[in-house]
């Protein structure tokens, strides 16, 4: 009887636990290979925000409906995106991960969405703990040692939206 009792009580925490819900998929992950880009607008109507995720070998995109909070983790689909240019794109974006944003202490770059042209986000599990920066969508206001790589993230994420 305290056998199952103590099975019953196991389950329960580990059910209570799960962050998703139907359709949706867990950001938290331990895979190194995890990387989510993602481009909001503050003044905006209609979807506002746009993410996408590259986790084990598999891209897929967000199920926000309209703004995007940034006190939760982005959700996404379960299902993924059936391309295989864009999981080479988004592989490659994670291959060329800048050493200078992991080495940086800055969490924010330029001056992100100040002139409503949207703000650029990536999320990146480094030593098995989720990292998070906001570069600015206006790709010069970065550093420089960051630009080519948040202009292919750019692209790909307007070519996505399309």
């Known amino acids: 009887m305290q056998k199952i009792l ?13 962050k998703t819900t139907e359709g949706e998929i867990d950001n938290s ?8 880009i993602g481009l909001t607008y503050g ?19 967000d199920t926000e409906e309209a ?10 689909n379960n299902e993924s995106l059936d391309d295989a240019s864009v999981l080479s794109n988004m592989e490659q974006l994670n291959s060329e991960f800048p050493d200078y944003l992991i080495q940086t202490e800055e969490v ?23 990292q998070y920066w906001t570069l600015d969508n206006q ?12 202009m292919s993230m750019q692209t790909l994420i307007y070519e996505l939206m399309n």
């Open 6 to 18: 103590l099975a019953l009580i196991t389950i329960s925490i580990l059910i209570s636990c799960s």
């Open 29 to 36: 992950s331990t895979d190194d290979g995890f990387l989510i």
């Open 67 to 76: 703004w995007w909070n940034q006190t939760n983790d982005p959700t996404f």
């Open 43 to 61: 003044e905006c109507g209609g979807d506002c925000s746009h993410f996408y995720k590259l986790e084990m070998g598999e891209v897929f995109a």
């Open 108 to 130: 924010s770059f330029g001056c992100p969405d100040c002139g409503d042209w949207g703000a650029l986000h990536v999320f990146k599990n480094v030593d098995g703990e989720q």
């Open 139 to 150: 790709i010069e206001s970065n550093p420089e040692e960051i630009q080519a790589w948040a």
